[in-house]
């Protein structure tokens, strides 16, 4: 019962380097999201896919882009990390007519 | 503009008690829902319960209840009986309805003791 998977779960990344968060999941869901979380500030969206083919901004889109692949996969990259981009990022998805979201284990991206 | 407010930045309860972690939220909208979310030290996030802004009865899920008082935006998380493994922090969050966003409170550390 693999629920949403992302991988990887730990990355350093130097300052303009670009990598791809990769999340995939099984519950056969509408929606994917990416979100951010920063100490003291909880978590804010990034980008959302609300169906396959479709994606939108959220909160704090700059820097990064998304890729609904299908409607299993949701990736989220990087082209030049900057050190304000350390953070933990959560892939979350959720079937539209329910309510909760479930999230997946986060990824730790340290940019030094 | 949503808000979540969580004003506890850190809770301590004993093991057996019961505890209420409070949340206020700002919204100008009539249809939304209340969340509640558990992040315990692994990092992954757990639902816990769900109320929504229509709903009449205060929803509950075990040992866990939402005191939501409308007029006043609250949404407080009250969990009996605490237990150690409830040591963790907990995230309020709100979703309009009919749109995807949840806004997240900045989170409350509940530490249950033995």
């Known amino acids: 019962n693999a629920g949403v998977t992302q991988t990887p779960k730990f990355q350093v990344l130097k300052t303009g380097q670009s990598m791809t968060l990769q999340c995939a999941q099984d519950m056969n869901h509408n929606s994917m999201y990416w979100y951010r979380q920063d100490p003291g500030m909880g978590l804010r969206l990034i980008y959302y896919?609300?169906?396959?083919?479709?994606?939108d901004k959220g909160e704090v889109p700059n820097g990064y882009n998304v890729s609904r692949l299908n409607k299993r996969e949701f990736s989220l990259r990087l082209e030049s990390a900057a050190p304000s981009q350390t953070s933990v990022y959560f892939c979350?998805?959720?079937?539209?007519?329910?309510?909760?979201?479930?999230f997946g284990q986060g990824t730790r991206l340290t940019v030094v | 503009a949503q808000k979540i407010t969580q004003t506890q930045p850190g809770m301590f309860v004993q093991e057996k008690e019961a505890v209420t972690l409070d949340c206020t939220y700002d919204t100008s909208d009539q249809s939304y829902g209340l969340f509640w979310y558990k992040q315990p030290s692994s990092g992954e996030m757990i639902f816990l319960i769900y109320q929504g802004s229509y709903d009449e009865q205060n929803a509950t899920e075990g040992r866990y209840s939402l005191n939501f008082q409308k007029a006043r935006k609250s949404a407080n998380l009250v969990i009996s009986a605490s237990q150690l493994g409830d040591s963790a922090m907990y995230f309020c969050a709100m979703r309009r309805s009919g749109f995807q966003k949840l806004v997240f409170g900045t989170g409350t550390r509940l530490l249950v003791s033995p």
């Open positions: 896919s609300a169906s396959e083919g479709t994606t």
């Open positions: 979350a998805s959720r079937l539209n007519r329910e309510v909760e979201a479930f």
